[in-house]
């Protein structure tokens, strides 16, 4: 529609910055596998740089429908999980592939425990794929490598993931008072709420803690 002659932005965008005083977690020592593993892996439960900017943290605008990436691919890649976290819509493609000359299990469990699935991936370059859950947190771990994790963020509303300097942004959120809440693997914080115009910004801030 047009107001003024001009053409009216539908929607409006949440912008932020996610923050924590928490430390990064310390490096993890490797025993098995250090010729592929190394001798020490970054341990990313809390991502955050010298300022407190938190990575990997899920922002979601509750109530806004906008369904997630059809599928997400997560990588075995130098003993790890790539990416730690990820977006995916109910009933989405999950799929699992590796880059590492070692066994490695992709053992997937929903937040009550569910095992959805456990995917041997014995060489380099094999992908499967399987079906996510519904809206919920799905939990990987590799039975061989144990300190391995990484998230499935299964949703139908509207969401995005902090990046390495903690910023996020949201576009086209219908004008009104909303509410954000926010996930995180090993950090909390209480929903934020702010009033949304069309066409325009508004910032908002999260400050987590354990």
Known sequence: ??????????????????????????PIHVTIDPAVCGASLADESIKVDAAGHLANAVITV????????????????????????????????????????????????????KVLFNLALPIPNMTLSRPADKPGVVELACNTHTWMRGYLFVTDELSTISAADGSFKLDGIPAGDREIRIWHESLKSAPVKVTVKDGATVTAAFTLVK
Not at 4 to 26: C, D, H, L, Q, Y
Not at 71 to 86: D, G, L, M, Y
């Open 62 to 113: 509750t109530g806004v429908k906008s369904p997630a990436p059809a599928e997400a691919t997560v990588s075995n890649s130098a003993c790890a999980f790539v990416p730690r976290v990820s977006l995916i819509k109910p009933a989405g493609a999950i799929k699992v592939t590796s880059k590492d000359p070692v066994l490695h299990t992709t053992h997937a469990a929903a937040a009550d425990g």
């Open 1 to 26: 529609m047009r107001a003024g002659g001009r053409v009216r932005a539908a929607g409006g965008t949440i912008v932020g910055t996610v923050t924590t005083k928490e430390p990064p977690a310390k």
